[in-house]
């Protein structure tokens, strides 16, 4: 294994992860065209319907039945971070704020002390085929900002496009920098109490794409601060003299490194911060310091339903015609500008 890799390991939907990251899913599904009900228009039979998480499978239902995807469900002391960079997913939360976004869009949420919300799949077209593709990332919450108020933010892909970085030994590369501050170019965190506020944590998270027999390099970092790029598309990489399949994740050394991409054109999701340092217990959709915590979470849920649903079902989505919206709890209502 290369000097500069510190641990590889095989990319399987659930991903390993560093503090402060937590969790880090990649779906990938090519759902048909949509029916009525802007569910896939397929057979569904032999499905485990509610629970359909077979990787054999083009596409998955996930937890839910008409529409795929993830109905009602709570989270509290961490953040969600997805970034969709093909179809679409709707969002409606305890708070009574919901959206619609895809395409290159992001969506920040902080759980906090604790919110209720569903992330549901449409698919919009009855015409053509609607494939998914996205990453979710579960960033942590030190113990001090576990209790603070709920957050959820927008984040439009006309504000956070692909950016070309050049690399004069091996050509441009391009990046998706959706928090951090890399290449000398830095896109703020629109969470007030996330850890990627905070400098100290120096928290990085981007996508690059690499075209074939080009390259991409990455700046070397302070000592302390951990980084994991996943290699989730092309065909095989070198480093250091390694050759490096797609499909593998690698846990990186502070070091710059130079990556020399082979015959196919590469895509790569970055993950990087500083660890916090802190006790980890989580159980399902809570992550706190102890398991008392966890246990008090259980109980809080259980009376409080942590705020209560609006929502008159628990897997609610948009009609069909709406576009990408935002829709926040005091009214105010958000669409991209484009040029189109």
């Known amino acids: 294994m290369s000097d500069y890799i510190k641990q590889a390991f095989e990319l399987v939907f659930h991903f390993k992860t560093q503090d402060p990251f937590l969790f880090l899913a990649h779906h990938r599904d090519l759902y048909p ?33 008409d529409v795929p995807g993830f109905p009602e469900h709570p989270h509290r002391g961490f953040e969600t971070v997805t970034i969709v960079l093909e179809g679409f997913v709707d969002h409606f939360d305890s708070f009574g704020a919901s959206g619609r976004y895809g395409q290159g869009d992001i969506q920040w949420m902080t759980a906090g002390r604790g919110m209720q919300h569903c992330e549901m799949f449409p698919c919009v077209y009855d015409d053509k085929p609607n494939p998914l593709e996205l990453f979710q990332v579960w960033l942590n919450l030190p113990k001090k900002s576990k209790f603070v108020l709920p957050y959820y933010e927008m984040m439009w892909s006309e504000d956070y496009p692909f950016e070309e970085i ?94 020399k991409n082979g015959n196919k054109a590469s895509k790569f999701l970055l993950l990087q911060g500083r660890p916090i340092g802190e006790p980890v217990v ?59």
């Open 33 to 65: 065209k949509g029916n009525d009900k802007m569910g896939p228009d397929a057979s569904l039979e032999g499905r485990e319907m509610g629970n359909d998480f077979d990787l054999n499978n083009d596409f998955k239902m996930y937890h839910g039945h």
């Open 166 to 259: 050049p690399f004069p030994e091996e050509g441009a590369f391009k990046m998706k920098l959706i928090s951090g501050e890399l290449y000398g170019k830095r896109n703020i965190c629109p969470a007030p109490d996330s850890l990627a506020s905070d400098d100290a944590f120096q928290v990085a998270i981007a996508i690059f794409e690499v075209p074939e027999n080009g390259g991409l390099y990455l700046e070397a970092l302070p000592e302390g601060v951990e980084r994991t790029l996943y290699y989730y598309q092309g065909d095989t990489i070198t480093l250091a003299g390694e050759t490096v399949k797609s499909g593998m994740g690698l846990m990186l050394t502070q070091d710059k490194i130079v990556i």
């Open 282 to 340: 989580s159980y399902g959709p809570f992550v706190m310091n102890t398991k008392r915590e966890i246990e008090e979470a259980y109980r809080d849920y259980q009376v409080t339903q942590f705020g209560g649903w609006p929502w008159k079902r628990p897997d609610p989505v948009y009609k069909r015609e709406e576009g990408r919206i935002a829709q926040y709890p005091d009214g105010k209502i958000i669409k991209p500008v484009t040029t189109e």
